[in-house]
């Protein structure tokens, strides 16, 4: 089913759920459907509360509300909202947040995307026909991440928050419903937020056994500052939570940002695994670079940290676009479950013996970053499962793990991208011919590019 159909049917529920535009449209009749409408939890940084004809949307990391008309009546008599928009939208513009891409290709809406800002950045194929100009096709909202004052005319603007790091991976991946909310599509968003949600806490409940918890850490440098910092928000503290292991942190009473070199190297000390954030520009963009500038040299580093010696020192660029661009910022926040893997992965590489990095890459031993490519990448392939796949089986440290490794259910696409749509299962022919290509990919050294619909 083409995107556009599927834009056109979700105008078409609304109308059936929804009395006709007349004089007598009666506002005292609740026009929406029960069964489309989601729970509320504001620790999400969001939440919606359903009127009879209209949807209350509220961005609390913004503290901005916004009211999503139904059934193709007036905006204008509605005012204390930052923006008052006529649902479902057909075209939208996005900002320099290029992280709600994933979450519409998720609902399979990308033909709704009629211009990008920065979009050579873009990571996923499925935006190659979008620039930043929207052409004849004017947006009705524009997704950003600090909105303005909404003028009365042209497209409203609305603010997209899920890249805040005080949201945890599962938070963070909630916005789909959020995003939905806005083309009347939340009961889909809601299915497949699920379906993430349950094979994310399936991983994560395997590990929880795990005795022997390995120390991680996230770092990040700021040239401007010549300060090193150990990320501590609660999406980095959750995620290496969640995969067996326990983040390298100050207590709370302490600064998390070091001038000093001595002190970043008695903070970071007990890490066995590093997970690196700077900007590589900043770094001379190599591992020796980042040696550098941590006073890690042997000349200056007394401290012998095990990360160093057992090279255990990793980035999240390991998949970029044709410029350059890390596909990490972009698509991890809509897809918790493999971010959760690649950590796991990471420190416990037994667990899901043949998966492979997703975005990960062992700086310390300089594994290149691979380059995205389109060629075999299926934007309307519909594969985003309904079942569950991942088999709940308790891991320790020092085991091998076969029946949660689901890697070669992926579909061949899947291979090569992170795209979405119907929810369907993969038949057993297609999986025995994709386990033959991954096999081959994994001969050739090739890193995986999942579309937003594939599960693993």
């Not at 503290?237 to 100050?250: S, Y």
């Not at 980042?290 to 095990?306: H, K, P, Q």
Request: proline fraction near 4%.
């Amino acid at each position: 089913m083409s995107r556009g159909w599927l834009l056109f049917l979700l105008s078409l529920s609304c109308s059936l759920l929804c009395k006709a535009q007349t004089d007598g449209f009666d506002t005292s009749v609740n026009h929406y459907n029960v069964s489309t409408r989601v729970m509320n939890d504001a620790s999400n940084g969001f939440s919606v509360e359903y009127k009879n004809w209209y949807k209350v949307v509220t961005n609390h990391i913004l503290n901005e509300t916004y009211a999503l008309v139904c059934c193709g009546q007036p905006t204008t008599n509605l005012t204390g909202y930052h923006a008052v928009i006529n649902t479902p939208v057909t075209n939208i513009g996005i900002t320099s947040i290029r992280d709600a891409l994933p979450y519409i290709e998720l609902l399979g809406l990308r033909d709704a995307v009629k211009s990008v800002e920065g979009y050579q950045n873009v990571t996923s194929p499925c935006y190659s026909n979008v620039t930043d100009s929207p052409g004849a096709d004017t947006p009705q909202v524009i997704f950003t991440a600090q909105t303005n004052t909404n003028l009365q005319s042209g497209p409203a603007y609305v603010g997209f928050s899920p890249n805040s790091d005080q949201l945890t991976p599962l938070q963070q991946a909630s916005w789909l419903v959020f995003i939905a909310l806005f083309f009347d599509a939340e009961a889909e968003a809601t299915t497949i937020f699920s379906n993430l949600e349950n094979v994310y806490n399936c991983h994560k409940s395997n590990m929880a056994e795990v005795t022997d918890k390995k120390d991680v850490a996230w770092t990040f440098y700021d040239p401007a500052t010549r300060e090193w910092a150990l990320k501590r928000d609660a999406y980095y503290n959750t995620l290496v939570t969640d995969a067996g292991a326990t983040l390298v942190q100050p207590n709370d009473a302490q600064s998390a940002e070091f001038t000093s070199l001595a002190v970043f190297h008695t903070a970071i000390g007990r890490a066995q695994y590093v997970i690196d954030t700077s900007d590589l520009a900043s770094l001379n963009q190599t591992y020796d670079g980042w040696l550098n500038v941590g006073g890690f040299t042997t000349s200056s580093d007394v401290y012998n940290e095990a990360f160093i010696s057992d090279k255990n020192v990793y980035r999240t660029d390991g998949l970029v676009n044709t410029n350059g661009y890390s596909d990490w910022p972009q698509r991890s926040p809509a897809r918790p479950d493999l971010a959760l893997q690649d950590v796991i992965h990471m420190i416990e590489p037994t667990y899901q013996a043949n998966y492979s990095f997703t975005w990960m890459r062992n700086f310390a031993k300089s594994d290149n970053a691979r380059q995205i490519a389109d060629t075999s990448y299926l934007c309307d392939a519909h594969d985003i499962f309904s079942a569950t796949l991942c088999e709940p089986h308790p891991f320790g440290s020092n085991q091998t793990s076969t029946s949660s490794d689901t890697s070669t259910h992926l579909s061949k696409g899947g291979k090569a991208g992170i795209s979405i749509g119907v929810i369907v299962f993969v038949l057993v022919v297609a999986v025995i011919a994709y386990a033959l290509y991954r096999q081959c990919r994994q001969n050739q050294g090739d890193r995986p590019f999942y579309r937003m619909k594939d599960m693993k």
